[in-house]
């Protein structure tokens, strides 16, 4: 059975930080790309960061560039992602998901149930 499970959600204050993981089971974790988006109410979902396990190829979205880092730990089949300088527009649930990396987007295929991400003072 294919499965992400994510975890490392909460409330942080602006400026703070939190990390994100998503632990993979079910299929060859080393041959697929993974990552997250995020969906906050009444807003579109946004894709956030991708990393190819495989050759390490990176996306992020421009709203988070300089701020989140993506990883991949292959032994424990886990993606990571480190969320530095945290504003309030970062609020959303985020989601574990397996990535399909276009030229200018990034679609969805599979994903986990979320953890909620909640940045406020």
């Known amino acids: 059975e294919v499965q992400l499970v994510e975890s490392g959600g909460g409330l942080v204050q602006p400026g703070g930080s939190l990390r994100l993981s998503c632990a993979a089971s079910?299929?060859?974790?080393?041959?697929?790309?993974i990552g997250w988006f995020r969906q906050a109410p009444g807003k579109e979902r946004e894709g956030v960061s991708c990393?190819?396990?495989?050759?390490?190829?990176?996306y992020y979205s421009d709203s988070v560039k300089g701020r989140f880092t993506i990883s991949a730990d292959n032994a424990k089949n886990t993606v990571h992602l480190q969320m530095n300088s945290l504003k309030p527009e970062d609020t959303a649930v985020y989601h574990c998901?397996?990535?399909?990396?276009?030229?200018?987007?990034?679609?969805?295929?599979?994903w986990g149930q979320g953890t909620q991400v909640t940045v406020s003072s």
């Open positions: 998901a397996v990535c399909i990396v276009g030229l200018d987007s990034v679609e969805f295929d599979f």
């Open positions: 079910g299929f060859t974790f080393e041959d697929y790309t």
């Open positions: 990393i190819s396990v495989g050759d390490g190829g990176l």
